[in-house]
Nanobody
Framework: QVQLVESGGGLVQAGGSLRLSCAAS????????MGWYRQAPGKQRELVAN???????NYGDSVKGRFTISRDNAKNTVYLQMNSLKPEDTAVYYC?????????WGQGTQVTVSS
């Protein structure tokens, strides 16, 4: 089992920045990718960004150039730096960790961007 604890959400004005953190614990040796997804009211959960074991990163089209995913292996933590935030970025952001044949999710953290 892997436990994921997110932090860093909140309320910010459009154009502002936030940094989300996701700390992993438990069977972290099994993790081969970690990332962030988000879900806005009435919408499907979508990929924001992920980082694979070798360091390759992927981003959703709507956040490219504004968000950056990174990790600190020593702290078993993944970060999402969000800049130039827009009202349409408002959503619950979920941390995800993938291991062979199974995925794990955090409890979610609310990000609200006011116009």
């Amino acid at each position: 089992q892997v436990q994921l604890v997110e932090s860093g959400g909140g309320l910010v004005q459009a154009g502002g920045s936030l940094r989300l953190s996701c700390a992993a614990s438990g069977s972290i040796f099994s993790i081969n990718a970690m990332g962030w997804y988000r879900q806005a009211p009435g919408k499907q959960r979508e990929l924001v960004a992920n980082i694979l074991g070798g360091g390759t990163t992927n981003y959703g089209d709507s956040v490219k150039g504004r968000f950056t995913i990174s990790r600190d292996n020593a702290k078993n933590t993944v970060y999402l730096q969000m800049n130039s935030l827009k009202p349409e970025d408002t959503a619950v952001y979920y941390c995800n960790a993938n291991a062979p044949y199974i995925g794990f999710w955090g409890q979610g953290t609310q990000v609200t961007v006011s116009s």
